[in-house]
């Protein structure tokens, strides 16, 4: 909803580039940028204000001997039995956790098999090349033949698309499951970027590229998108969970920032349909690991999940 709002936002701010007027010389450039990025500021101050009244995480505080927090903020989420029996369950993880975690490290056996597989999702979700739309949606349609002010409008209907599926993927995940849906959306992916890296070279320009467009974000949107950070937030015990998804988001940003400064690089020396192609053939490579490594975690709970994991 926030990247929906920050669209539409700027598509209001943004005046009419006329044909033939360059864009450095349009009100856009000169002025339209500083209320693009003042807009902004809005919902970053409530942000702000609204952290401080989320809660601490129970598990969190179980671990670091806060017991009766822990247990009052499981009151507040379920009533009294559904305290009870997560209470019970961290306790008995957080037991066999630090019975494991004096004999061995994040990063040997077990553990370290799991911190690759998290950090391979992560940086996975990066490099799958989606955001590389988000982020250059305007050479990504300038390329097709749009103009400025079908640019503009084409990035609100992606944006639109975006919310949509990500709502839809939110129903799924507890139906369908992660592992289903991460198969699915590599395996999507990888053939809408077949097609739309063939558009590119065969110069179909306009609605097909939109169109192709429009499926990978929702694709994306109900799968790798929110799908990752729940597994992540998953298959780690609770013993190491804070340390190995602080190393597992690290590699997600550190990807989006190789993947969006690759990009213009890779769209100058093999063209946007060689581009496209080579994130399918990442897409790819991802749905082929996934299929071997991904266990479901759907319908349990994180002492479940840990217990198979590391049994």
């Known amino acids: 909803l926030g990247i929906l709002a ?12 006329l044909a033939g007027e360059s864009m450095l010389e349009t009100w856009n450039a000169q002025e ?9 500021a809005i919902p970053a101050v409530i942000f702000l204000l609204l952290l401080f009244l989320i809660p601490e995480s129970p598990r969190w505080l179980y671990t670091k001997g806060k017991h009766e927090q822990a247990k ?25 956790s630090q019975a494991k975690s004096r004999k061995r490290n994040l ?3 077990k553990l370290l098999r799991l911190l690759l597989l998290g950090s391979f999702i992560a940086v996975f979700q990066q490099w799958c090349g989606i955001n590389v739309i988000f982020n250059y949606a305007q050479e990504i349609f ?28 939110m129903y799924l995940v507890d139906r369908i499951g992660r592992r289903a849906l991460m198969l699915f959306g590599s395996a999507g992916l990888f053939v809408i970027y077949i097609a739309l890296g063939a558009c590119y070279y065969f110069n179909c320009s306009g609605i097909f590229v939109l169109l192709l467009v429009l499926a ?9 998108a929110p799908v990752t950070w729940v597994i992540i937030a998953e298959i780690f015990p609770t013993a190491v969970r804070a340390q190995a998804m602080a190393i597992a988001t690290s590699l997600l940003w550190i990807a989006c920032f190789v993947l969006t400064y690759t990009f213009p690089l890779l769209n100058q ?15 790819f490579i991802g749905c082929l690991f996934l299929w071997s490594r ?3 975690t759907k319908g349990k709970s994180l002492e479940e999940i840990e217990q198979e994991l590391e049994g």
């Open 216 to 224: 990978g974000i929702a694709v994306y949107a109900m799968t790798l």
């Open 72 to 96: 009052r903020v499981f009151l507040r989420m379920g009533g009294e039995e559904y305290a009870a029996e997560n209470i019970r369950s961290i306790a008995e993880a957080a037991e066999l």
């Open 6 to 17: 920050a669209q539409v936002v700027n598509w209001l701010i943004a005046k009419p580039v």
């Open 142 to 169: 300038t390329a097709a033949g749009y103009t400025v002010s079908g640019m503009l409008f084409n990035i609100i209907i992606t944006g639109v698309i975006n919310v949509i599926f990500t709502f839809i993927g």
């Open 269 to 283: 020396n093999l063209g946007a349909a060689g581009t496209f192609w080579l994130y399918g053939g990442v897409c």
């Open 294 to 296: 991904l266990k479901e």
């Open 32 to 40: 339209g940028w500083r209320w693009m990025f003042w807009a902004g």
């Open 107 to 109: 990063f040997q056996g």
